[in-house]
């Protein structure tokens, strides 16, 4: 299994741009999600799926806008990026064991907008 | 909104060392893990603790969690470069789905 795979590794966008970031993962998970890290910070959530068709919002979601057509991929996209955006962003996804969540987390995307 | 702060922030130690970081929360966790997050890759799961007073061990790793659930704290004993990341904890929020909150985390260098 590749687990939770995040492409690209590396982007750089100009104020103003989109792009989509990309995550897939082949555990068939039903959760997934999406967090932000900025330097000197824990993680924050942005959105989260509990199903193929289903998403919501989390703590950081503004600017930011995801779909989930299936169980594999869970697409975050930036639409008009801003500076506030250079985050490195790690999409992970979980399985309940025991009544606990265990999240698997992709090795992130770093972006910077400039 | 749950606040959960780590210390010490940043911890510099030398091989054979131990050390203990901490973890605090503003409001009692429905469920607490502790992650380690190397340079250049995502959190990795170390441990989820779910009950007060319980103690967990992962090899030279020891996790133990508050009696009433406000409080954590991760022990390392004689500390190896390998142990070298970002220790962070995070509330699993019952069941809200898995959404996670984190710590800052705690910056943990071993030099050897």
């Known amino acids: 299994n590749a687990g939770v795979t995040q492409t690209p590794k590396f982007r750089i966008l100009k104020i103003g741009q989109s792009m989509t970031l990309q995550c897939a993962q082949d555990?068939?998970?039903?959760?997934m999600y999406w967090y932000r890290q900025d330097p000197g910070m824990g993680l924050k959530l942005i959105y989260y799926?509990?199903?193929?068709?289903?998403?919501d919002k989390g703590e950081v979601p503004n600017g930011y806008n995801v779909s989930r057509s299936t169980t594999e991929d869970f697409p975050l996209r930036l639409e008009l990026a801003a500076p506030s955006q250079t985050s490195v962003y790690f999409c992970a996804s979980s399985l309940t064991r025991g009544g606990a969540y265990e999240q698997y987390f992709g090795p992130g995307t770093r972006l910077t907008v400039t | 909104t749950q606040l959960l702060e780590q210390s010490p922030q940043f911890l510099s130690i030398q091989e054979g060392e131990n050390l203990t970081v901490y973890c605090n929360s503003s409001s009692v966790f429905s469920s607490l893990q502790w992650y380690r997050q190397e340079p250049g890759e995502g959190p990795v799961l170390l441990v989820t603790v779910v009950t007060g007073g319980e103690v967990k061990k992962l090899k030279r790793l020891t996790f133990q969690f508050g009696d009433a659930r406000k409080d954590s704290s991760l022990h390392i004993t004689a500390a190896q470069p390998g142990d070298t990341g970002l220790y962070l904890c995070?509330?699993?929020?019952?069941?809200?789905?898995?959404?996670?909150?984190f710590g800052q985390g705690t910056i943990l260098t071993v030099h050897p």
């Open positions: 995070a509330d699993a929020g019952g069941t809200s789905y898995g959404k996670l909150t």
């Open positions: 555990m068939n998970h039903n959760y």
């Open positions: 799926s509990v199903g193929a068709g289903i998403t």
